[in-house]
């Protein structure tokens, strides 16, 4: 398990949040640090909610849901507690969080444009593919969820199935 854990971080939100901001950062010519010490601060912050996000969403998945974020070794059970309870995709909001993050700390318009179109993609991966898979795995328990828990923005209160 842990061997597939390593290999779906460094796949999906590695490549997301590392590799492809530093390309976009490259050959924009972005990869300085700017000046503006308010936009440093409130992207360090935005980066390290998301990166909390993250990583309580992926322990979930681990230890609640029994298997990873990847599809090629996905969890055995509906993870509905935590952030879970509250919003559909916890996870993908703290990875798009660490993105927009990164765009403010570097000032870049590359960074920022690719968490919208990562943002976009997932949308249309999840209404598509990961949805309709998942009330296959789960079934009607899967239905109830999507039917109480809204798919980005969060509940005020938290959903008990």
């Given at each position: 398990m842990r061997r597939s854990w390593?290999?779906?971080?460094?796949?999906l939100p590695f490549n997301a949040v590392v590799t492809i901001p530093l390309v976009i950062m490259y050959f924009t010519g972005a990869l300085s640090v700017p000046d503006n010490?308010?936009?440093i601060l409130f992207g360090l912050l935005i980066f390290s909610t998301g990166l909390f996000f993250a990583v309580w969403t992926m322990r979930l998945f681990a230890?609640?849901?029994?298997?990873?974020?990847?599809?090629?070794?996905?969890?055995?059970?509906?993870v509905a507690t935590g952030p879970y309870s509250r919003v559909r995709n916890p996870?993908?909001?703290?990875?798009?969080?660490?993105?927009?993050g990164e765009s403010l700390v570097f000032s870049s318009l590359g960074v920022f444009i690719w968490g919208a179109a990562f943002f976009?993609?997932?949308?249309?991966?999840?209404?598509?593919?990961?949805?309709?898979?998942?009330?296959?795995?789960?079934g009607n328990e899967y239905?109830?969820?999507?039917?109480?828990?809204?798919r980005w923005i969060p509940r005020i209160t938290k959903w008990k199935n």
């Open positions: 390593i290999k779906a971080v460094l796949a010490i308010y936009s230890t609640i849901g029994k298997g990873t974020l990847a599809p090629w070794a996905p969890t055995q059970k509906l996870m993908l909001s703290g990875v798009i969080m660490m993105i927009m976009t993609i997932n949308t249309l991966y999840f209404i598509y593919s990961e949805e309709p898979g998942l009330e296959k795995r789960f239905a109830n969820y999507k039917k109480n828990v809204p």
